[in-house]
């Protein structure tokens, strides 16, 4: 580890921010220093202005994969180097307007049952029955289940806060079976090693595999889980505050989404046009 790397986790440390957010933001400075094959404290602001616009223009990087390394980059020279340059403030990603795609619950049941092996299944299963982040479901302890209660603790989540989400009946039964076959010890999903929890990027590669091998025709990943399973509730009638609240959401707005992509609204607009436009 270089002497870079070590203080700026430490002043991250500091900052009380999350270790998923630390590996994302080290992960951004990595990047830029391969771009330029040298050590970022030996970089220009110029050089920084152009390692934006290739990933702006060249790459054609969504709005959030800008913002996270910039957040990242910006946090090493301004917090670890003290260097308060204007260019950091220059860089406003494209606001992405994109509506995110959607599984039906049968595509989300087609998905899950061409995944094999037992852990990455019932991970899945339990992101996508609970609402879970990718990081909330590989980061779950065998402590998290509240069986009793029916809910998963999930700690430190986005923004370090902890929350309740309720666990279906079905999902309980098989997490139960699940641990009485693997029997993990402290992770929920283990890796191969047991000493650490599931890498993100396993799961992330058995989704695009079942994905291909389903017949699914969507631009799906594991975050779509989250999505479909918001939609399904508010196709169900569950009022937005309270999918706010077991999504972990900070404002209602980002919740409201929701709203336009339910069959609910899509049926209702379709009878009222039709109704509308029955005599032309």
């Known amino acids: 580890m270089t002497e870079l790397r070590r203080r700026m986790l430490e002043d991250m440390e500091l900052h009380g921010l999350a270790p998923n957010t630390q590996d994302c933001y080290v992960n951004a400075v990595r990047r830029l220093a391969q771009y330029y094959g040298r050590s970022p404290d030996r970089l220009t602001q110029g050089e920084i202005r152009r390692f934006f616009l290739y990933l702006i223009n060249e790459k054609e990087a969504g709005e959030s994969t800008v913002k996270l390394h910039l957040y990242g980059i910006k946090f090493l020279y301004e917090k670890t180097l003290g260097r308060q340059w204007p260019v950091l403030s220059l860089v406003r990603p494209r606001r992405s307007k994109k509506l995110p795609v959607v599984l039906s ?30 990081s909330e479901g590989t980061h779950l302890e065998v402590g998290d289940i509240d069986s009793g209660r029916m809910m998963v603790r999930i700690r430190n989540a986005k923004g370090g806060k902890d929350r309740d989400v309720p666990v279906p009946q079905r999902t309980l039964e098989l997490l139960r079976a699940y641990w009485r076959g693997e029997r993990p010890q402290r992770w929920l999903f283990p890796a191969k090693n047991a000493h650490s929890h599931i890498p993100n990027t396993t799961l992330q590669k058995t989704f695009k595999a079942v994905l291909r091998e389903s017949g699914v025709r969507k631009d799906a990943s594991v975050h779509t889980l989250r999505h479909s399973y918001a939609t399904h509730l508010m196709d169900n009638g569950v009022p937005l505050r309270v999918i706010q609240e077991i999504l972990g959401h900070r ?3 980002t919740t409201a989404l929701y709203t336009h992509l339910t069959q609910r609204t899509v049926d209702g607009l379709q009878a009222t046009v039709n109704r509308l436009m029955a005599d032309l």
């Open 105 to 134: 619950p049968e595509e989300v049941r087609r998905l899950l049952a061409h995944v094999r092996q037992a852990t990455q299944r019932t991970c899945l299963t339990t992101i996508y029955s609970c609402g879970l982040r990718l």
């Open 251 to 253: 404002s209602p707005r």
